[in-house]
Structure formats: structure tokens, C-alpha cells
């Protein structure tokens, strides 16, 4: 029985990132409980590259109001790996705003920006911890994790 897995946190060096900046079209935008909501995002270049535990910034196109993007953590990949999926929970002007975008409208990404999750090779059991709406990247990972899906990087 393999123990438990131990990770040693290394950062990638520079010539590893790849961002991107992009409009990206709005394929679904749903309300999963109250104040929160998931929106899948179509733009495959970034989809491609982003892995578990990294974000993207969002932003508002065609407004100053507000004027920075904000980061939203990967939730999870559409089943063609083509769009990806952000929750968040309306807490601000600019998640108050994104409930009024409709499937068809556009956001402004930039991504995947961060440190992934580390990679824990072979395992028995991994034990992943986390709270509200914080706990949104931990379904990438776990995917990853399970070998059901496969990320970019």
C-alpha cells in the first residue's frame, strides 16, 4: 500500500507559462444555489493550457465600470475540452454585474494565470480540504486526480 501522498511545491519557470488574452463567448450561465452561479466559457486556447488550482481574470467588455477583471478559479472543462467553467458567489459590483450576462454575450479572459496544483503521482488516498466558495477548484483536481480528465501545462 502506497502512503499518502507528500508534494514538494516547485515553481514553473517562465519559459513553462502560457497566457492568453481573449473574448470569449458565453456558451451557459446557471444559477447552482443561491448567489451562486457557474458560467462555461468558450475559448480552447486557454481551456487547453490551464491547469487545476490555476485562475483567470474576467472582465466586463466594453465598460470601465468596474475597470479591473477579477479572478475566478477553474472549476472544470466542458466534456469537449473546449470551454471552461468558473463558479462564483454575487458578492461585489462585478459578480452583481455577471448575473446579467446572458449564453451568446461576451467576457474578456486572461489566463490561466497562477500556480497549478501539484502533480502527487501514485497514491492510495489523497485527502483534499476546503470551505464555501472555496472549495470550487478542488472538482478539477480531483477529476485530474482520478485520471477522468486530462488538463493542459
Known amino acids: 500500500m502506497a502512503p499518502a501522498a507528500e508534494v ?3 515553481a514553473p519557470s517562465l519559459s513553462d507559462e502560457t497566457m492568453f488574452q481573449r473574448t470569449a463567448r458565453v ?3 446557471v444559477r447552482l444555489a443561491d448567489r451562486t452561479y457557474r458560467v462555461r466559457l468558450h475559448c480552447p486556447d486557454v481551456a487547453a493550457a490551464v491547469r487545476p488550482g490555476q485562475f483567470v481574470m474576467l472582465r466586463l467588455p466594453h465598460t470601465s465600470d468596474p475597470l479591473l477583471g477579477r479572478p475566478f478559479a477553474l472549476y472544470d472543462l ?7 467553467d468558473v463558479v462564483y458567489l454575487v458578492v461585489g459590483k462585478m459578480t452583481g454585474r455577471l448575473v446579467d450576462v446572458q449564453p451568446g454575450e461576451a467576457l474578456e479572459v486572461w489566463g490561466p494565470l497562477g500556480k497549478p496544483f501539484p502533480e502527487v503521482g501514485e497514491a492510495d488516498e489523497v485527502r483534499l480540504a476546503a470551505g464555501g466558495i ?20
Open 27 to 29: 456558451l451557459e450561465h
Open 134 to 153: 472555496g472549495q470550487t477548484p478542488f472538482l478539477a483536481y480531483a477529476r485530474e486526480l482520478l485520471g477522468e480528465l486530462g488538463f493542459g501545462g
Open 78 to 84: 466542458s466534456p469537449d475540452g473546449a470551454a471552461l
Open 8 to 10: 514538494a511545491l516547485t
